[in-house]
C-alpha cells in the first residue's frame, strides 16, 4: 500500500540556518504530495503541495520539488526563524483515493 | 471566520463515561474525517464521510461512533472510554469532487481520561 516516510526528529537549528527535511513516498499511480505544519496548540496546516512530477510547490521561504525518478519531496528553507519552530508532516493522496496518508512527523526546533 | 471548528478544546473525564465532540465546517467541502494524534504526534486516520456517507473506517474499537447529521457536521461519540483514548482528536474536511484534495484541521479537542 501507499506510505509515507521522513525522517526522524527532532531537528534542532539556529536561526538563519539552512533547513532540508526528507521524505520520500511509495505510490502507486501518480500521487498529489503535501507538506503540512503544527504549530504547538494547533491543528494542521497546508504549508505547500505539488500535484505532478517536476512540480515545485513554495510558501513563506519554503520549497519542495516532487521527483518522481527519487520519490521524494524533501521539504527545504533557505534561512529558518524561531517562529518556524513547528512540527511538519509530509503526505500523499493518491488521485481517486479518499484517504490521505501521513508520515510521522518532524519535530523542528529554532534557537536564536 | 472560523473554517473548521470543535467543541469542547478540552475534555477531561474519568474511565468508564461516554462523551461527544462536535465538529463543523463552513467551507462547503464534500468530505470531513477524524483524526487521533498521540503524544508522539502520529496522526491516524478513523472515520471519513464524504456526503453524509461513511467511506473509511479504519480499524478502531466500536465504542467510537461517528455520526454526520449534514454535509457541514461531523461528530464523534466515544462510550465507555478509557485511558488509552487519551489523544487530541482533530476532525478535517476536503472538497474530493473537484480534485482539491488539501485538508482543512480544526483547531483539536484535546481528551484526557482519567
Known amino acids: 500500500g501507499d506510505s509515507v516516510t521522513q525522517m526522524e526528529g527532532p531537528v534542532t537549528l539556529s536561526e538563519e540556518a539552512f533547513l532540508t527535511i526528507n521524505c520520500t513516498y511509495t505510490a502507486t499511480g501518480y500521487p498529489s504530495l503535501f507538506w503540512y505544519v503544527q504549530y504547538p496548540g494547533e491543528g494542521l496546516q497546508l504549508l505547500l503541495k505539488?500535484?505532478?512530477?517536476?512540480d515545485k510547490g513554495s510558501n513563506k521561504g519554503f520549497e519542495a520539488t516532487y521527483r518522481k525518478e527519487t520519490t521524494s519531496f524533501h521539504l527545504e528553507k533557505g534561512s529558518v526563524q524561531v517562529s518556524d519552530s513547528a512540527v511538519y508532516f509530509c503526505?500523499?493522496?493518491?488521485?481517486?483515493?479518499?484517504?490521505?496518508?501521513f508520515g510521522a512527523g518532524t519535530r523542528l526546533f529554532v534557537k536564536a | 471566520d472560523t473554517a473548521v471548528s470543535q467543541t469542547p478544546k478540552y475534555l477531561v473525564t474519568q474511565m468508564g463515561n461516554d462523551k461527544s465532540i462536535k465538529c463543523e465546517q463552513n467551507l462547503g467541502h464534500d468530505t470531513m474525517y477524524w483524526y487521533k494524534q498521540d503524544s508522539k504526534k502520529f496522526l491516524k486516520i478513523m472515520f471519513s464521510?464524504?456526503?453524509?456517507?461513511?467511506?473509511i473506517n479504519e480499524t478502531v474499537p466500536n465504542r467510537f461512533s461517528p455520526k454526520s447529521p449534514d454535509k457541514a457536521h461531523l461528530n464523534l461519540h466515544i462510550n465507555s472510554l478509557e485511558l488509552g483514548d487519551s489523544a487530541v482528536y482533530f476532525c478535517?474536511?476536503?472538497?474530493?469532487?473537484?480534485?482539491?484534495?488539501?485538508?482543512?484541521f480544526g483547531p483539536g479537542t484535546r481528551l484526557t481520561v482519567t
Open positions: 464521510y464524504n456526503n453524509k456517507e461513511l467511506i
Open positions: 478535517a474536511s476536503s472538497q474530493v469532487r473537484t480534485g482539491v484534495y488539501e485538508q482543512y
Open positions: 503526505a500523499l493522496r493518491n488521485t481517486g483515493g479518499f484517504k490521505t496518508i
Open positions: 505539488a500535484t505532478k512530477a517536476d
